[in-house]
């Protein structure tokens, strides 16, 4: 057996497990972070650390002396493996709860004056508003709401309602015609009149009868405005189609509506008229709000406000639409929603509704 050589020779200097360990635990509780406490860990229980060291010198010892050291080179190894552990927990914890910190909205903070005054609210158009409530009142008494185009053809707007081409009737209806097909074939709607076609036809269609409806919407008249006049205005018609109805009961419906909607110190009035789609037809006035029947620029000195038109369906329109006219009757009415508004809340001229004045807007 060849002598070891120096470097190889096993080193027989007592190995301080104690000391090791005391140096050790030293250095772990000064670890400051994750990455310190890695460079402690390669330190002391590293390849290159004492402990290590120690270990690789055991093979060399007598049995006996090598199991002891063992023993206590295992026990610090043991000991110093947990206090790394240990700390390296709580240095991640720490970590982990200054990051979470770091990162924490405070959701209640704000800069004074970053935040703008909240937007201020709008409402419906008083125009809107009267259609909704002038519904209401109809709805209430039984009646269906429907809707109809604003573009008609000739036939839905004229020819059906008893008004065949040159007509003198339709004079009263200051057409806008829309470049479309056939000169004069189509057009903006003059009044909500043509939906009543549109219902019967449906109504006829499906077995849908007996009708009874409401149609609010928008209709065009080629007219200069005036106080009481728009060009673009609003009605609404009412058609019923039924078995026995009667004169009657349209002046009922028409009485019970005003004092539904104006209260009971507005009066109304039929007076005769004609009209090509109703016989006999009435026109529909009530008492000047903003004069109370004095007399005034609004009512043009007459007191009387006229808010639409009415009568008993013509047979000649229940013929256009397929209807039996020995079976049924029913009358129509339309009137103006503008209007309505306007006697309602006293505004001298009607123009103010399609002005968009916000001072004006926000009394409604
Ligand atoms: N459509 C008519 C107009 O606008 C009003 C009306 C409707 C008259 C229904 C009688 C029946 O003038």
Redesign the pocket.
Known sequence: MTAPSDTEAPDNDPVDTDSLLSTAQAAIAGARSIEEIRQVAASVSGKRSPLAEASRRLGALEPAARKALGQQIHQARTAIDGLLEQRRNDLEREERSRQMAEARMDLTEFIPGSIPAPAARGHLHLVSQTRDSLEDVFVGMGFEAAEGPEIETDWFNFGALNMPPAHPARS??DTFYLNLGPPESTVLR????PV?IHLMEEAVASGGLPIHAVMPGR?YRHETEDARHLAVFH?I?GLVVDKGITFADLAGTIQVFTTAYFGPDIHSRLRPAY?P??EP?AEFEVTCTICHGEGCRTCSQTGWIEL????MVDPAVFDAVGIDADEWTGF????GIDRCAQMRHQIADMRALTENDLRFLRQF
């Open positions: 009263m209806f003059t009044h909500t009149s009543q209709a009605q018609e009209f789609f109703t037809s639409g038109g009415c009568g129509a009415f339309g009137f």
